[in-house]
């Protein structure tokens, strides 16, 4: 399996903050993405088409070409503003 | 250098000279302390903010913020360095980061301060919600200067390969 985060606006607007996916369906970031748009216009305009998508797996910074492989975490999140 | 107790990631307050005492605790070589502390501020963009709220992705935000100090470490001749960073709910006056250095010289520790504070703004995972008076929110958008801080630190680095 997979574990998916979502953090701040998107774990609002998505309605979820963790979910799991099947890994074997997806063999990079794209897959999930591609996967997720599937859903609808919400998610895919939160995430598929969102140019300031955010993306880490395993809490290392990633992006959509990153491959994957079972057990990974991967979490989507907009750009950070702490301080 | 060990890791840990030097990111601290609470929702609790801190105080300044508690930290600054131990962060020089056992050096005899530091000249110079530098801190930087972030304050939430009571309005911002021209709105009233009654409260802020702090969300951070737990594991990488530690992660992250390591990697940035390390980075400095390299970077400057430092003697310890801190960072505490505050989650949860705050308000208007609240202190909610931490940066604080000691080196021998100060310019060093002003540099570093600097550098830290400037790459946690764009690369520590935390992210800033905001409660109007009526109760409304709104969440924080990443502002372009704070991605321009961090990058004039990008062209210091290319400066100094090629002086």
Known sequence: MLEILYFANFREVLGQSQESLPSD????????????????????????????LQIAVNHDVADRSTQLKPGDEIAFFPPVTGG | ????????????????????????????????????????????????????????????????????RLQAHERWPLQSSLIIHRIGEMMPCDQIVLVAVSSRHREAAFEAAHFIMDYL???????????????????????????????????????????
């Open chain 1, 25 to 52: 369906n997806f063999k990079t970031v794209d897959c999930v993405l591609n996967a997720l748009a599937d859903r609808g216009e919400q998610w895919r305009v939160a995430l598929a088409d969102n140019t300031n």
């Open chain 2, 121 to 163: 703004k764009t690369n520590a995972p935390f992210w800033k919600k905001e409660t109007f008076p009526d109760g409304e929110t709104r969440w924080v958008d990443a502002r372009v200067s704070d991605k321009e801080a961090e990058a004039r630190w990008h062209q210091t680095v290319d400066n100094e390969q090629t002086a």
């Open chain 2, 1 to 68: 250098m060990s890791t840990f107790p030097f990111i601290k990631i609470q929702q609790e307050d801190f105080d300044l000279s508690t930290e600054i005492k131990a962060l020089r605790e056992g050096h005899k070589d530091i000249g110079a302390v530098v801190s930087f502390i972030g304050t939430v501020r009571d309005i911002n963009e021209g709105d009233d903010i009654s409260v802020l709220e702090l969300e951070h992705y737990p594991g990488m935000t530690e992660k992250a913020l390591e990697a940035i």
